[in-house]
């Protein structure tokens, strides 16, 4: 097993989310990706025009990066060993496809009283988490595949979480973990990482104004939306009586 983490660790170093397999027209096309905060962090980040990296043991799923089936102790702690060691070198920007589902605002946005920030990412720069029921069997023959399939395994073990996640609908990408700042990470704004958008929650006092400030010179183009709960549906909608 210890031949095979070594080899599991190299692929990880060289996943691409680009290399998804989609078809080359489907990456090609920007994706709309939203990403919830509560209100100090939300501004913080407008402010500041950059995300936070997540390192792997920050995120709130202990199955991270551990999709497999681990039954084998020697092969569970070889592995956790090669979790560890990725850990210490590689982050995740996480987001939602949507921004209309009140758990989200819930879990994320503070109970409704945080902001969710709109961005259109790069094709190439993204790629969807996947829903399993059951953890997914570990290759024997891992060590004889070639490295096109081992890559494979690999993107399996960053971009695959248990289904009852899903309600996230999350998009991520996989960061290195270069420039820190007081043992943090960031990636900054820019055209692989475009802001469009800033909704405001159902229960978020901030100000129209206060947001403006944060977002300075960069405010001309991003849309400013308050939301609100729907009357009929249970979704986060427009609210078009706009800021209070």
């Known amino acids: 097993m210890q031949r095979v983490v070594c080899r599991l660790s190299h692929a990880l170093t060289r996943v691409d989310p680009a290399s998804k397999g989609d078809p080359a027209e489907d990456r090609a096309k920007p994706v709309h990706v939203y990403k919830f905060l509560d209100s100090q962090f939300g501004l913080k980040s407008l402010y500041e ?56 605002w819930a879990h994320y946005s503070d109970k409704h009283r945080g902001i969710c920030l709109g961005f259109e990412i790069a094709g190439n720069h993204w790629r969807e988490v996947e829903y399993v029921r059951d953890r997914l069997p570990f290759p024997d023959d891992f060590f004889k595949l070639n490295a096109v399939a081992r890559l494979g395994v690999a993107t399996d073990m960053i971009f695959t979480k248990y289904e009852n996640w899903n309600y996230e609908s999350e998009i991520r990408t996989w960061a290195p973990l270069d420039h820190e700042e007081d043992g943090l990470f960031f990636c900054d704004f820019d055209e692989n990482l475009k802001l469009t958008q800033v909704l405001v929650g159902a229960r978020c006092t901030l100000p129209k104004a206060a947001i403006a400030r944060a977002l300075g010179r960069f405010a001309n183009g991003i849309e400013l939306t308050k939301v609100r709960a729907a009357f009929q549906t249970f979704q986060i909608v427009t609210d078009l009586r706009g800021f209070k």
């Open 49 to 104: 025009r950059r995300l936070k990296i997540a390192r792997v043991e920050e995120l709130n799923d202990p199955f991270e990066l551990t999709p497999y089936n681990l039954k084998d102790p020697v092969d569970r702690v070889a592995f956790q060993r090669t979790r560890r060691r990725l850990g210490e070198r590689f982050g995740m920007v996480c987001f939602s496809a949507t921004c209309t589902d009140p758990v989200l």
